[in-house]
């Protein structure tokens, strides 16, 4: 019987060490310019690679789910939705929710990308991924699926999923980034989110009752993709095409 493999530790134990010397702590001036270039050499890459695949939409989630969990079927389902409307889907590149995603585009022939975080040694990117990119930093990552992309889609996942949000969502709130849909799928599994901001966050005055209708909570693929299309077109680069 074949072993199946266990993707818990996806992402974790990076078998580059470049960003954890750079968040240890000072270092000497030299050392710093030394760092700061690697992460501006990073980003140049990126810009160089990722400038011309055109409108993009990125999904969240954990790379823990497998074939045949609903989360999984929902994120293949939501690939090939956003792809038959035109968009290139965009994951971190790795197995779970990223996999299910990069198949469902690639399966009705849209464009499949992955940008990951520098893999353990022990684990390989998802196999369907018509481009296919490595970061030695977080924050090169972040920016690259960030500033790529015309929308979000967040599924379940664990702290590096909400990390991910979260960040988008504040680029929104303080409109650095305008016309930005933020979709979240799996009403149940955000209930409890839902609830936290709505009871605890709101009623303190922490975010405003507003902050709320930056974000859509469906459970329905073909919801999603309307959404980012109708919003996303909204911006001046996408109706020039």
Request: contains cysteine; aromatic residues 12%; charged residues 25%.
């Amino acid at each position: 019987m074949e072993k199946v493999k266990d993707h818990s530790t996806w992402g974790k134990n990076s078998s580059d060490t470049s960003e954890k010397q750079l968040l240890e702590g000072p270092k000497t001036p030299i050392t710093e310019i030394f760092h700061a270039f690697k992460v501006f050499f990073e980003m140049c890459r990126g810009f160089r690679k990722l400038h011309f695949i055109g409108p993009c939409v990125t999904v969240f989630g954990s790379a823990r789910f497998r074939d045949g969990n609903k989360y999984y079927k929902l994120a293949e389902v939501l690939g090939q939705k956003l792809a038959l409307k035109g968009f290139a889907v965009m994951t971190g590149g790795g197995p779970g929710i990223m996999e299910a995603a990069n198949k469902g585009a690639r399966s009705v022939r849209g464009m499949s990308i992955g940008c990951n975080i520098v893999l353990p040694r022990e684990q390989k990117h998802n196999e369907y991924l018509d481009l296919w990119l490595e970061f030695k930093y977080f924050m090169v990552r972040k920016f690259m699926l960030a500033k790529f992309s015309y929308g979000f889609v967040v599924l379940p996942g664990g702290f590096g999923t909400l990390d991910e949000l979260f960040n988008i969502i504040t680029l929104v709130q303080t409109k650095k980034m305008k016309n930005f849909p933020i979709v979240l799928i799996g009403t149940e599994f955000w209930a409890p989110l839902k609830k936290m901001l709505e009871e605890m966050f709101i009623p303190v005055g922490t975010i405003d009752k507003e902050d709320l209708d930056l974000i859509l909570f469906t459970d329905d693929p073909e919801h999603a993709a309307q959404f980012i299309t109708e919003t996303a077109f909204n911006r001046e680069w996408l109706r020039k095409r």
